[in-house]
């Protein structure tokens, strides 16, 4: 119960706290109002006042989603501004009147009456501070609200003339996460694919030869042929385990559960065909879906950079990104002229997506070619 009652009484308290900003946010929008609307007449100067008012609001009440903004649509939305601005100076001066009336008739009854009307109980009096005071303490009810009401009021104008709705950003939100769901089911069906193609061409062929190799052995007439056939066998066994341990790092690498990130990533390092050179400045780890997604981004990174650029050098940074979320930059000296929509980096683009990330690759002709992303992270 104890926990019960001070949740409810940090409620309030937050309450009063947010009715207070809004007051002092309304208090600078309906100064700035009608300069809203002498700049708005002059087309001098709109966009940064416009931008003040969106700064102000998000600061005092909550923040607004816009579009980009336009010199014309500031213009017009300042020359309706001023209308809320003057509305919310009526309330807080209405609020303010009836705070010093109120304050002043409970001082006068209580200093200056030499406390006649407590002793006498004089019930006429008390009859007109009852009937002053109950539409008083309404009308500073139904103000006190309506500081709430303007600022919303206040909100409403901006986003309905700048920007966007919530309605719209939670329809394209929906959109967005269907779309992203759906690149996903294709990244995995593509990964399936791509494993059935590794098993077929380079394991099952491996053990094929290897059976081959057994048999052979089996019919051979003389101990040297059967010792060559036995070698060859041990190094087909040997090669076809590669390949599956390969295939079996590509679904997902153990050592990632077992030792950690950094492991992972210096093991991809040093089973690289190029040098790649590795700086990771997390200083904890992110859970265990993040690092998969680290890893696969920078795994498949490096793949593509080794097959196709011809790089000397693979530099791969993992870091904070300073904003709440984990950034990857893989940065190789290659030829340059990666497509962006080529089936490994439109895997990662999917990959990236999925956890609600962002990714930009930026390969110009003769390099070096710079692989971006950003996951984000609570």
């Known amino acids: ?93 209405l609020l303010t009147f009836w705070y010093v009336i109120g304050i002043s008739v409970v001082t006068a009854w209580l200093f200056d009456g030499d406390w006649a009307l407590i002793e006498d109980a004089d019930q006429v009096t008390l009859g007109l501070i009852a009937l002053m005071a109950i539409p008083g303490a309404l009308v500073i009810f139904v103000t006190t609200a309506g500081v709430v009401g303007v600022a919303v009021l206040d909100r409403w ?15 394209e939100r929906v959109a967005e996460l269907t779309s992203t769901r759906a690149e996903v089911i294709e990244a995995i069906d593509d990964e399936r694919r791509r494993i059935e193609r590794d098993l077929h061409d380079g394991v099952q062929q ?21 010792q060559e056939l036995l070698r060859q066998a041990h190094d087909t066994a040997g090669e076809a385990i590669d390949e599956l341990r390969e295939v079996a790092t590509r679904v997902y690498p153990a050592v990632l559960d077992d030792s950690g990130l950094d492991a992972a990533l210096e093991v991809l390092a040093e089973r690289s065909s190029v040098r790649v050179e590795i700086s990771n400045r997390l200083g904890s780890s992110p859970g265990t879906a993040l690092e998969t997604v680290i890893y696969f981004v920078t795994s498949e990174a490096v793949t593509n950079a080794a097959k196709h650029a011809d790089p000397s050098l693979v530099e791969v940074h993992v870091r904070p990104d300073g904003k709440g979320g984990i950034a990857i930059v893989v940065r190789d000296d290659g030829i340059g002229g990666a497509d962006p929509t080529g089936t490994g980096l439109s895997g990662l683009a999917r990959r990236v997506k999925a956890v609600d990330g ?13 692989i971006y992303a950003r996951v984000p992270c609570e």
């Open 358 to 370: 962002d990714f930009e690759v930026t390969s110009p002709p003769g390099g070096p070619t710079t």
């Open 1 to 93: 119960m104890a926990n019960v009652h001070q949740v409810e009484r940090l409620s309030a308290g937050s309450l009063v706290r947010g009715w207070f900003r809004m007051l002092v946010g309304l208090t600078i929008g309906s100064l700035t109002g009608m300069a809203g609307l002498a700049a708005a007449a002059a087309g001098v100067g709109v966009v940064r006042l416009t931008e003040y008012e969106l700064d102000r609001i998000t600061r005092f009440d909550r923040a607004v989603h816009t579009n980009l903004l336009t010199r014309q649509g500031c213009r017009r939305y300042l020359a309706v501004r001023w209308l809320v601005g003057a509305l919310g100076a009526g309330v807080i001066c």
């Open 206 to 226: 491996r053990l094929v030869a290897l059976g081959m190799l057994i048999g052979r052995a089996k019919r051979a007439r003389g101990e040297e042929q059967l």
């Open 157 to 171: 104008l901006a986003t309905t003339m700048l920007g966007t709705s919530q309605q719209t950003l939670l329809r």
